[in-house]
């Protein structure tokens, strides 16, 4: 390999960190029984984790970071000084091939800054992609993030080869992208997303003839939004989401607290990012999506429309509605049960198979592997019922991290 | 005592053939002692298994999972518990589903440690290419699982890497793959592998991939247990990645804002000025659908997916007016291609009204709606956002100049004429407006919606007879 290949890998990966998303999981199974290398069998695999807590799934990378867009937020941007670096498309096709050999990642995650012009830069990639499935027959999960700018033709093609398709919101409200993104277009984006939606419907539905269409993304799109950069709440960030996933199925959105780069705007703060904040906002997400929450149910908890930091998202909501409980773990319907502070879905789910054969105590929930120090204001059990304890004033108090005492001066 | 020693490789089937005879002797648990490998076999006698199958018990398909993979770990203990559960099984059939029992638990917690071990294997396996004198690459890796795993994993690793030959050694066994044939043999200290020169590019990627900013070892240390990191190359990295952090984000803060490269400032201006924008004067119906898609009068824009634009012919006689994009039309660009769109289409044929002859549109350009759950729920427009949208209805009647148009619906109504009255007096009467003749009726979706049948039946044949009627009037010579 040339020498100057792990100083283009060192640059291209450096630039693509700022990407949250590297999951593998939920694609169409395949294997190289008959042919080709790689497989991918439903769930994801993360090969690696560095000491930032995320996960290494896929090989992460620039296809350049040349890009004539000039982004507040991005380290790319036209305006930065930033050293610069090209990949030829044999490149990135062997890096893939030869790190996918040794157990390393389990595909390719591949996004570009933006050269000369979106059709020409996304024609690249839908090149990569189509030379790992066409020349080399592999099976391994390619993730494409996709310039909402380009062509929709090439859109089209990028979801054949494609296992997940991305486009960036960037910024959760219009006017921010408007400001720090003056080169992209939200209108574009969001028609970007729905053809996406479109193409995959069209995709499952047979023909009239019973004939199945190419398979199109088949693990869906994803987006990722930017938090801390603008002045947008909670409250606006998760109703931007909730629009986004109703309006064209997003499998994920992800949340990336703004973090410090180098040679940064002026436009932006340089100050830590804010990680407590990015985490509350996907366990926010995560009761809109598999806990029956709708958005303004989450963030109405404070008038400002933030998530209190201190404490999770669900918690707080308990908190606030204290009406509702406690509820009888033996008689609550599932959608109260999701509610209780500290029950999961997987946790519901086996309280609801296993209370069909006895009524549940204190120790089976405990065995059942239900938090109970955390859930047990909100419920009742033959045994245990809160009393009180559910209306107490320093409830929130028992939760929350003791503040933080400050030093002698 | 019935001692059972259980073999290391074909464990399952050895001890599913076992349990199986027992169990259908009804040997309780406490009579059987199960051992793995020779230690131990022999050592003590055995009382022989009684004669033919007995009555075999049954037992869910979920069970022989769960026994096919607890079965793999290396608790001395885990064929019993799981023989105690198959006798469990024969007198309530529905034990697995209580999760509260405490064997259950004991036995999930035991599957759930073997398959995190299998998935960390896939995970954590680190290849290192060997010299080839064949068509075929030969790779071979070191790995030391916490259970015994290595046979049932093979297949993975199979399944994936077909095209090369490889071999996975571990303490216990070692998995080959060599001309697409699986074979095993005893496990061996670990093995010298060569050098691969894919290791350093990547440890490159590794620790650029690390973002400074951002430190969370818990999270690391919970998903990448240390006792995989001798295996895994690219950990050796970690401390002197971890030293630098914090440098290297103060080394960014400090850094005073750099001049952006001369060149940056002529593509950003270059670029800009090929962006679509607003055309400064309107005069075709191109040029409005160009200015309608930058839109930003009222907040809609925000949260819809785009501006959906009239569609027909531009001189058409006839123009329909809905009341705003749904969610269908929101997605596709297009006015009338969902639900309501087909309910129209159908009144339109019947009338004889040809979709292709007319322009459609609707009195709001964007979709308002509340997400709930996984649907986007349809929001009448207010006052104020048909008022402000008006601006961009007045153009297309100013350019298309048909005969008459036709209000569907309490909004276009509104819209067209300035007046919100009831519709259920005014729909089928044409109303002369400063900008034509306006023919209120009822809007497809509210033909939907409408819960009582007979009412709807009535309703949908008003539209056909005002389709029908707009159709005449609109043929009729102008001025009439």
Redesign the interface.
Known sequence: ?KPD??RK???L??A???DASCASSGTTKR???R?????T?G?G????????????SL??ILMTNFC???CAYCVNR????VERARFSVEEVVS?TL??Y????IEGLFLSSGIIRSPDQTMGDMVRIARTLRQDHGFKGYIHLKTIPDAAPELLDEAGLYADRLSINIELP??DSIRRLA??K???TI??A??RV??AREASRDRSHTGKRPARFAPAGQSTQMIVGADGASDAAIL?TS??L???YGLKRVYYS?F????????MLP?V??P?IREHRLYQADWLMRFY?F??DEIASATPEGMLDLAIDPKLAWALGHRAQFPVDVNRAPRELLLRVPGFGTRTVD??L??R???C?GW???V???APMAKAQPFVTVPGWSPGALTDSADLRARYAPPPEQLSLF | MHRIALPERGTFEAWRDAARTLAGHDIPPEAVEWTLGDAGAGLFGSDPLPPGPGHPPAVPRAFLDLAETVILHRDPEAPALLYQALTGLQRRPRLLADAADPLVRRLRLLEKSVRRDIHKMRAFVRFRELPSAGARRRFAAWFEPEHRIVEANAGFFTRRFADMDWAIHTPDLSALWTDGALSFAPGAPRPDLPDDAAEELWATYFANIFNPARIKLGSMRLHMPRKYWKNMPETAQIPAMLAAAEGRVQAMAAAAATESPARAAAITARYRAAMPRAPERIGSLEEARAACALCTRCGLCETATQAVFGEGPAQAALMLVGEQPGDHEDLQGRPFVGPAGQVLDAAMAEAGVARDRVWLTNAVKHFKFVPRGKRRLHQRPDQHEVSHCRWWLDLERELVRPRLTVALGATAALALTGSGADLTRRRGQVEQTLAGPVLPSWHPSAILRQPDRDRAAIMRRDLVEDLALALSLAAAPAGG
Do not use: W
Not at chain 1, 45 to 56: F, L, M, N, Q, S
Not at chain 1, 101 to 104: A, L, M, P
């Open positions: 390999m290949l792990a890998l060192a640059i990966s450096d693509a960190k700022y294997n190289a029984a042919g080709g290398i790689g497989s069998e769930s695999i993360c090969h690696a984790y560095t000491p930032d807590g995320r996960c290494i090989l992460k004539i867009f000039d036209v305006s930065s000084n890096l030869e790190f050999r040794r157990n390393y409200r219009d003056p080169e277009r939200p209108e969001r028609t997303m729905a939606r479109g109703s909730a629009r996933y109703t309006g607290a973090s410090p780069i180098p040679d940064s705007s002026a340089l830590k990012p990680l029956g709708e958005a086996r309280i198979a296993a069909r054969q006895r549940l120790d089976d929930l065995r059942i592997g």
